[in-house]
């Protein structure tokens, strides 16, 4: 056991950390709401964007944005890895690390091999983990979650979809952590492009909707493409950030938990320190007493 000076010292130090941690879960709290509400609304249009995009497949003969659907033999890889700009979230960060390093193994195993993977990082963390590999960043976004804008992340998606189609990569994946609720979030791979086309299950019924196209057709599904592509994008940020906020206030909250529950025990340890001072003093001062009467 320690003296009682270094318990004190202990107890200040405990209580100074978990004012520290009430006070980050109630900012992160603030952020959680507006984030929240910000992807709330987001996810309706954006997945009504991507369904009308799989099921327009099939209309795309001879126009340019036919060329998002093109499947290439997979060569060349660009993975799109975001995470947040700061710690003290729980596993965050770190659950996409594995989540991207396991989906190089397992889906892209021959561009593995030959070094064909490059890698694009939204966030400091990630920023920070894959600058320490073998892997090659061709772009990193350290303070995109400081203002995030759609235009910040619309510059962004447009050189990633003109990457594709001048061919440079044949496959584009995003990594990032959907999110569920406050307290949960989804370590989520996402096909960016070639855009996935509507699978049909054997014996279902294929959804074929008859749009009507005004003023055409190549005209307005050429624009759509681009505009759901970038809106997806944004979404993806949106749902990282969201569930950041989310991730580091529950952490924030259990490290509030832990904080006082260290204090119980520290305040045992030190009230226990006291009494065995005061009892060897006692015994002191009567040993000194027997002493002199002897």
């Given at each position: 056991?320690?003296?009682?000076?270094?318990?004190?010292?202990?107890?200040?130090?405990v209580?100074?950390?978990?004012?520290?941690?009430?006070?980050?879960?109630?900012?992160?709290?603030?952020?959680?709401?507006?984030?929240?509400s910000?992807?709330?609304?987001?996810?309706?249009?954006?997945?009504?964007?991507?369904?009308?995009?799989?099921?327009?497949?099939?209309?795309?003969?001879?126009?340019?944005?036919?060329?998002?659907?093109?499947?290439?033999?997979?060569?060349?890889v660009?993975?799109?890895?975001?995470?947040?700009?700061?710690?003290?979230?729980?596993?965050?960060?770190?659950?996409?690390?594995?989540?991207t390093?396991?989906?190089?193994?397992?889906?892209?195993?021959?561009?593995?091999?030959?070094?064909?993977?490059?890698?694009?990082?939204?966030?400091?963390?990630?920023?920070?983990?894959f600058a320490?590999?073998?892997?090659?960043?061709?772009?990193?976004?350290?303070?995109?979650?400081?203002?995030?804008?759609?235009?910040?992340?619309?510059?962004?998606?447009?050189?990633?979809?003109?990457?594709?189609?001048?061919?440079?990569?044949?496959?584009?994946d995003?990594?990032?952590?959907?999110?569920?609720?406050?307290?949960?979030?989804i370590?989520?791979?996402?096909r960016?492009?070639?855009?996935p086309?509507e699978?049909?299950?054997?014996g279902?019924?294929?959804?074929?909707i008859?749009?009507?196209?005004?003023?055409?057709?190549?005209?307005?599904?050429?624009?759509?493409?681009?505009?759901?592509?970038?809106v997806?994008?944004?979404?993806t940020l949106?749902?990282?950030n969201?569930?950041?906020?989310?991730a580091?206030?529950?952490?924030?909250?259990k490290?509030?938990?832990?904080?006082?529950?260290?204090?119980?025990?520290l305040k045992?340890?030190?009230?226990?320190?006291?009494?065995?001072?005061?009892?060897?003093?006692?015994?002191?001062?009567?040993?000194?007493?027997?002493?002199?009467?002897?």
């Amino acid at each position: 056991m320690g003296s009682l000076k270094e318990v004190r010292n202990r107890l200040v130090s405990v209580k100074s950390t978990q004012q520290i941690t009430k006070a980050m879960k109630v900012v992160s709290a603030a952020k959680l709401r507006k984030a929240q509400s910000r992807i709330v609304q987001m996810r309706p249009y954006a997945q009504k964007l991507q369904g009308m995009l799989s099921q327009l497949s099939g209309s795309l003969d001879g126009s340019d944005g036919k060329k998002f659907y093109q499947i290439r033999p997979v060569k060349k890889v660009l993975m799109i890895v975001i995470t947040s700009d700061r710690g003290l979230a729980g596993s965050f960060n770190s659950s996409i690390a594995k989540e991207t390093l396991r989906l190089m193994k397992e889906k892209y195993p021959a561009a593995l091999a030959a070094g064909n993977i490059d890698i694009i990082t939204v966030g400091k963390k990630g920023r920070d983990f894959f600058a320490k590999t073998k892997f090659t960043m061709v772009e990193e976004h350290a303070t995109l979650f400081t203002h995030l804008t759609f235009e910040a992340a619309d510059e962004i998606a447009q050189r990633i979809m003109q990457s594709f189609l001048d061919g440079k990569y044949d496959a584009i994946d995003l990594i990032y952590n959907k999110f569920k609720n406050a307290a949960v979030f989804i370590p989520s791979v996402e096909r960016f492009l070639p855009i996935p086309v509507e699978q049909v299950k054997p014996g279902a019924k294929a959804s074929k909707i008859d749009y009507i196209f005004e003023p055409s057709q190549e005209a307005i599904v050429g624009r759509l493409i681009s505009q759901s592509l970038r809106v997806n994008f944004f979404r993806t940020l949106l749902e990282s950030n969201a569930a950041e906020h989310g991730a580091r206030m529950t952490a924030m909250d259990k490290a509030t938990e832990n904080a006082e529950d260290l204090l119980r025990a520290l305040k045992l340890q030190y009230n226990k320190e006291r009494q065995a001072t005061i009892t060897k003093e006692i015994l002191e001062i009567v040993g000194g007493a027997q002493a002199l009467n002897s």
